[in-house]
């Protein structure tokens, strides 16, 4: 078994990755895309961090925050999954285009 310290570390890891994509592509180094990506791939493991901590963990099962991480686990798992889903969706809309000879560049 893991100890508890290294799962508080990956969520902590988690949100300062989330803290980077975002300060990334404000600067300008990370396409709508690829945010996309990021975002949901980040969500996801987050939910996986948090859900460590909440079983067996640090946090004791049965408390009122116990129930609040669970639920933001929930809650970002979704989010990640559906961030994930559109970015398959959006690279095959782009895939197409490219091998239909279109641009991809788009005004924005």
Do not use: H
Not at 55 to 64: L, N, Y
Not at 79 to 97: I, N, P, S, V
């Amino acid at each position: 078994m893991v100890p508890d310290i290294v799962n508080l570390a990956l969520v902590v890891a988690y949100v300062l990755l989330l803290g980077v994509v975002a300060v990334r592509y404000r600067r300008g180094a990370i396409d709508r895309t690829r945010l996309t990506m990021y975002l949901g791939l980040c969500l996801t493991w987050l939910a996986y961090g948090l859900l460590q901590i909440t079983q067996e963990g640090i946090v004791e099962t049965g408390t009122p925050l116990n129930y609040a991480l669970d639920g933001l686990a929930l809650v970002c798992l979704v989010a990640g999954l559906f961030l994930m889903y559109r970015w398959w969706r959006e690279r095959g809309r782009t895939e197409k285009r490219v091998s239909d000879g279109e641009s991809t560049d788009r005004a924005t």
